[in-house]
């Protein structure tokens, strides 16, 4: 009974959740359209995106109560250039398995009961060897992997059960989670792993109310991302680092925004490297518990000179650590109007692709 309920309730859910996306840019379709129209009377006619129609409902439970019992093998029954809103709906339990979403499968959304009750899990190294006997290296160790636009997740976690290398350690990079696709929503999820735990490798992601743990640079990519009401949380036992992005020239618009996040673990830990040359971190309205790392910032090689190309910045952060952020003259404490691209969803474009409810 409390199975059905679930079910119900999810599925529910997401019609709601699809009902006010697909009304969301059914009216940026529009409004781009009306506004082409008034801006230019030419007869060139203008492309309308339409988005996916339709809904799919998919169930995995681990003891076979559900159409499957591996995550993979839902996503496999998803057909090819799928144009419906899929809700893939996961009961409690560990998975463990390693999950791929290739980028010819969009709409798909991930539903658990509950972050610490339903959790997708593997082992991979990146020193370990692959299928073809090559060493899979960091961005092929993910747990789960995602290609595809417009996935979401909510209410599940990703775990990297690979032991926690000492620093210095080659090869132990261990990724629970890769997102490489554009518009992608994370709500309610839990991310754990070590050195590498989350690969935020490219595209627009949001996430709200996520809990990610991890050692050495875990939150790492070149991904365009906010990270909302999250708790950071570090595992790091001689020294650790948060987030490492990989921003690598002053055209692009990557980077990652911290907002109302809390800061939490053991240290002495960096909160930001320069992976990239143009490396873009921004931390505001953040708690920081009292383990950051003389200095706060880490310029990542000290050859590249990238303390002149970076943009670190603080807006309003408070705590115990919150001094040592500020602690270095590249990492800028901003005042409203350069802080205020970084304090909303349009960081992400999110207007156009996540609903009011959700941000």
């Known amino acids: 009974m409390a199975s059905y309920f679930f079910t119900f309730f999810a599925f529910y859910f997401f019609s709601l959740h699809s009902i006010a996306y697909s009304t969301l840019t059914t009216y940026y379709s529009t409004s781009n359209n009306n506004n082409n129209n008034n801006n230019n009377n030419s007869s060139k006619p203008h492309h309308k995106w339409v988005g996916p129609s339709g809904h799919l409902l998919i169930t995995v439970d681990a003891n076979g109560f559900g159409d499957f019992q591996s995550v993979q093998a839902a996503v496999d029954s998803v057909p090819e250039q799928n144009r419906k809103n899929v809700l893939i709906q996961i009961s409690a339990g560990y998975y463990k398995e390693k999950v791929v979403v290739p980028a010819s499968k969009a709409y798909i959304t991930f539903q658990g009961e509950g972050r610490d009750v339903t959790v997708i899990e593997w082992h991979d190294r990146a020193c ?87 050692s050495i640079d875990f939150i790492f990519g070149n991904g365009r991302s906010m990270y909302k009401d999250c708790e950071l949380h570090s595992i790091a036992t001689r020294f650790g680092s948060i987030a490492a992005q990989d921003r690598k020239s002053l055209n692009e618009k990557t980077g990652f925004a911290f907002l109302n996040c809390r800061v939490t673990g053991t240290g002495p830990l960096y909160v930001g490297r320069a992976m990239g040359q143009y490396s873009r971190i921004v931390y505001s309205h953040t708690y920081f518990d009292n383990i950051i790392a003389h200095g706060g910032w880490d310029d990542w090689d000290h050859v590249s000179n990238k303390n002149k190309t970076v943009f670190f910045g603080v807006y309003k952060c408070y705590g115990p650590g919150a001094a040592a952020v500020r602690g270095v003259s590249w990492a800028r404490e901003l005042d409203y109007n350069t802080a205020h691209p970084f304090l909303a969803k349009s960081f992400v474009n999110g207007r156009h692709w996540i609903a009011p409810a959700d941000a």
């Open 128 to 214: 370990d060897r692959g299928p073809d006997g090559q060493q899979l290296r960091t961005y092929h160790s993910a747990s789960v992997s995602i290609y595809a636009p417009y996935f979401s997740a909510r209410n599940i976690s990703f775990k990297n059960t690979a032991p926690a290398p000492m620093p210095g350690m080659q090869g132990w990079q261990a990724v629970a989670f890769r997102i490489s696709g554009d518009k992608a929503f994370f709500s309610g999820c839990g991310f754990y792993g070590a050195q590498d735990t989350l690969c935020d490798d490219a595209g627009r992601h949001y996430f709200k109310e996520c809990y990610i743990e991890g």
